[in-house]
């Protein structure tokens, strides 16, 4: 045998084949019985050189980025898509049917907003109507607080004093005073210091009068509030008030006055039996 067969085989020559540096040199096609070898050898090289990949850090997260962007969008792009797509596909019975469950939810949205402006009106008007009325219960309660005497009151009047010198006025000529201006539309009298209400009595009580059990003595002064062209000429119609006390030998006098104070106040009393019936 010669030299050259007894020289073992080179390993890489296996791997490496001489046609490929011949390749290099001639532009010239292979022929096809000696291209299989080196297209195999590439496609080795290639598939080693991509797998395993080597992925930077930087790789990864842009990666891992960009796969989540695209998720989102193709979320809602679906999101999207699937009810204008259920629009498109649905037939004309349930388009109706669609359309008429709007109308009737957008008419009790308005019922329903209706309703609430209604109540809103109503809690403004019954706000009102309470503080109107709270009004006119105070107002009230001044009124029956001037004829029961417990409150003070003051308006235009008269004052009316009588100068008994020789003790010959009683007690029923000064009630017929008070009734008198009663009459003529009095509305708060007090005598010397003593409110005169619906209940009140006068008695003679030596030398003096008693009017509701409080003793007073001449000269006696009345403080009424009315109208005063109603009250004087009240007391001095002929055969009145004056005239029967100046029979008396008493001396009268009538002031008529802008502003006539009566302050003079009853304690409020509580019944013993009866109630209110309002409930």
Partial sequence: MSNEDETPENPLRRELP?????????PEPAQPLQ????????????????W??????????????????GFGLAVQVASNSDGDSA????????????????????????????????????LENSSDQAEEARKQTVEKEKQLGILAGTVAAQGPGITLAIDDTKGTVKADMLLDA??????????????????????????????GVKVDGNKITQPYRFKVIGKP????PALNIPGGVVQTLEKEQATVTVERSTKIVVDALR???????ARSSSP
């Fill in 18 to 26: 001489d046609e490929v540096p011949a390749a290099a040199e001639s």
């Fill in 229 to 232: 062209q109603d009250l004087e």
């Fill in 267 to 273: 304690p409020a009393e509580r019944p013993d039996y």
């Fill in 35 to 50: 291209s299989a070898r080196p297209s195999s050898a590439g496609r080795r090289r290639l598939a080693e050189g991509l």
């Fill in 178 to 207: 008070i009734q008198e201006l009663r009459a003529a539309g009095a509305e708060a009298i007090q005598v010397n210091g003593v409110r005169v209400v619906a209940g009140t009595y006068l008695a003679d009580s030596g030398g």
């Fill in 87 to 122: 629009l498109r596909g649905a037939r004309q019975e349930d388009l109706v049917r669609i359309l008429d469950e709007l109308d009737n939810r957008t008419q009790r949205l308005e019922d329903e907003k209706q309703g609430l402006e209604d109540q809103r009106t109503e």
């Fill in 52 to 69: 395993p990949p080597r992925v930077s850090r930087a790789q990864l997260i842009v990666a891992v980025l960009l796969f989540g962007l």
